[in-house]
């Protein structure tokens, strides 16, 4: 039997109920199919009546902060430089708390290191979609409100997710955008359209993103359609243009191509902003841009996974995070955007929260459905095309 059909009937057990959402996860991992796929199936099948469950033990009232001793250290698991210089230096300073800090560059690596049984890490920073499937797999622990007393602070724009929708489980960490980096030194005007990348001037001195959303995306809202179409006919016209504005890039890479820009080996790169504004502060001539067709905005989140060893001390470090003044100097450093309402409003120069008319040029990644094996598709034939 194919991969496919396999992933096929894997996705009609998990939605007649055959299985359950733990193991179309596993086994879908097993299969090797995409985060972005798994958590779409996850979501089309979300809203379908679960079979009922007998009633579970009424559980006792959280702990409150008094009833449970600090621990003494505390394990992160975060992406790479996403994180102010002197925020775990400070918070151990105020606390006496060791922090044991690791960094990863994919939700991939992440999920996995933890559906492989990995235990230690008492934070870890998830995208949307992978905080829904690391759901799936009872992953996540819920958070003690009672722990939070500082999560007032954050922006009603960034609660209620759709992967949290009764913010039991994360606290957002730094939203943003993706968009066009360039050399300003080496391109005749800020570009203003996804159209730059199908400009032969630049041709060889262009990249976009390692990300199948993220391109196919683009080329979707270049010809005016939504970044999360299913249509057929649309889907193939941005495969159409996704492979001719490949005949010019450099390469598919997404993190790493800041150092390219700073040295000036790449002119015009999709990237986010934060990590544009990053590779800014070693080169002036590195700016950003929303294109005016639209683009992608995106929100990330700290959990606490499933059997951490320090769960008082994970709780301190979100509720420090949370102060306007620490959550502000992470977003200066990151460059991305701070959902801590009281931090914007203490940045001198903070990310402004997406006006009503920038709203318009901005989708959140959403279910993809039964396309996700159509997009996946389209990916596979443009990197290989």
């Not at 009633?55 to 394990?75: N, Y």
């Not at 959303?213 to 970044?227: E, M, T």
């Amino acid at each position: 039997m194919s991969q496919e059909k396999k992933a096929i009937e894997l996705a009609e057990d998990l939605a007649s109920h055959r299985i359950d959402r733990r193991s179309f996860v596993r086994g879908a991992l097993a299969l090797g199919l995409g985060l972005p796929t798994i958590s779409a199936v996850l979501q089309a099948c979300s809203g379908e009546e679960a079979p009922k469950e007998p009633p579970k033990p009424e559980t006792t009232e959280p702990a409150k902060p008094a009833e449970v001793p600090m621990e003494k250290e505390l394990r992160i698991y975060n992406w790479s430089d996403y994180i102010a210089e002197d925020t775990v230096a400070n918070f151990k300073k105020e606390t006496g708390i060791e922090v044991i800090y690791d960094t990863y560059e994919a939700n991939e690596e992440l999920v996995a290191k933890l559906q492989a049984g990995a235990s230690g890490y008492d934070l870890v920073c998830p995208s949307g979609y992978a905080v829904q499937v690391l759901l799936a797999l009872n992953l996540l622990e819920k958070l003690n409100p009672a722990w939070l007393p500082n999560v007032g602070n954050i922006s009603t724009v960034f609660r209620k997710t759709a992967f949290d929708p009764t913010d039991e489980f994360t606290v957002p960490w730094q939203w943003g955008t993706t968009g066009i980096a360039f050399r300003k030194d080496k391109v005749k005007a800020p570009p203003d359209s996804w159209a730059v990348f199908l400009d032969k001037q630049y041709k060889g001195k262009m990249t976009m993103m390692d990300d199948m959303r993220d391109v196919i995306g683009a080329w979707l809202r270049y010809r005016g359609k939504s970044l999360n179409s299913t249509n057929a006919d649309e889907l193939a016209q941005a495969k159409k243009d996704a492979l001719e504005a490949k005949a010019l890039l450099q390469s598919f890479i997404s993190a790493p191509v800041k150092g390219q820009l700073v040295a000036g080996d790449v002119w015009v790169a999709q990237l986010w902003n934060g990590d544009t504004m990053q590779a800014k502060v070693e080169s002036d001539q590195i700016d950003y841009v929303i294109p005016k067709e639209g683009t992608t905005i995106w929100c990330d989140s700290m959990c606490i996974p499933k059997g951490a060893p320090h769960p008082r001390a994970a709780h301190a470090f979100l509720d420090y995070i949370l102060r306007p003044e620490v959550g502000a100097s992470i977003s200066k450093f990151t460059g991305y955007g701070s959902p801590n309402a009281k931090s914007t409003a203490s940045m001198e120069k903070p990310v402004p929260y997406p006006t009503e008319e920038q709203l318009k040029l901005l989708e959140y990644q959403t279910d993809l459905g039964a396309a996700s094996q159509q997009w996946d598709q389209i990916w596979t034939e443009i990197k290989a095309g």
